[in-house]
C-alpha cells in the first residue's frame, strides 16, 4: 500500500468523532494510566500491637540498622509516626524515598513492614516482617516514641 500525505487527512465530521473517541478513552482511562496501570492500593490498619512485645522485637529485630534517637544505617525512629516519610533532618534517604509523598501512619507502617520494596521501589531497606501480629506489635511500640 502506497499512502501519500492527502490521503491522511480526514474529513471534519470524521476528525470530530475520532478526536471524541480519543478523549473519551482518555478520561475512561486517565485514573489507570495516571497509576501506570495498577489498582489502587488496599491501606490496612493493623490490629491492636502489645507495646512491651513491640519494644522487645525492635530490640531483637531493628537495633542492627536503627536507634530511637540516632541515625545508624537507617534513620532514627523517635517521632516517626506522622512525620513524612524521608524528611529526618540529617540522614541520607534514597531518591525514591525521599520523593515518595507518603506520611508514617500505622497502614503506611504496616505496608512498608510488610514489603519494603511494594510501598516505595527503589528504596534501601532489606528487611521485612512477615508476621502481621509481629507488625502490629512493632507499631504500637514506635507509636510510643514521641
Not at 35 to 62: H, I, K, M, N, S
Not at 133 to 144: G, N, V
Amino acid at each position: 500500500m502506497n499512502f501519500t500525505h492527502a490521503s491522511l487527512l480526514m474529513r471534519p465530521g470524521r476528525l470530530r468523532t475520532c478526536l471524541a473517541g480519543v478523549a473519551l478513552t482518555l478520561l475512561l482511562a486517565g485514573p489507570a494510566l495516571a497509576q501506570g496501570g495498577a489498582t489502587p492500593r488496599e491501606w490496612r490498619t493493623p490490629p491492636p500491637g502489645d507495646v512491651v512485645r513491640g519494644q522487645a522485637l525492635y530490640q531483637a529485630r531493628c537495633t542492627a540498622c536503627h536507634a530511637v534517637d540516632s541515625n545508624k544505617v537507617g534513620p532514627a525512629h523517635r517521632g516517626v509516626m506522622g512525620r513524612r516519610v524521608g524528611s529526618l533532618q540529617g540522614y541520607r534517604y534514597s531518591d525514591e524515598l525521599a520523593q515518595s509523598r507518603l506520611r508514617w501512619t500505622p497502614q503506611t507502617l504496616n505496608t512498608w513492614l510488610q514489603d519494603p520494596e511494594d510501598l516505595v521501589a527503589g528504596q534501601r531497606m532489606g528487611f521485612q516482617v512477615d508476621d502481621a501480629q509481629e507488625r502490629a506489635d512493632l507499631i504500637a511500640w514506635l507509636a510510643t516514641l514521641k
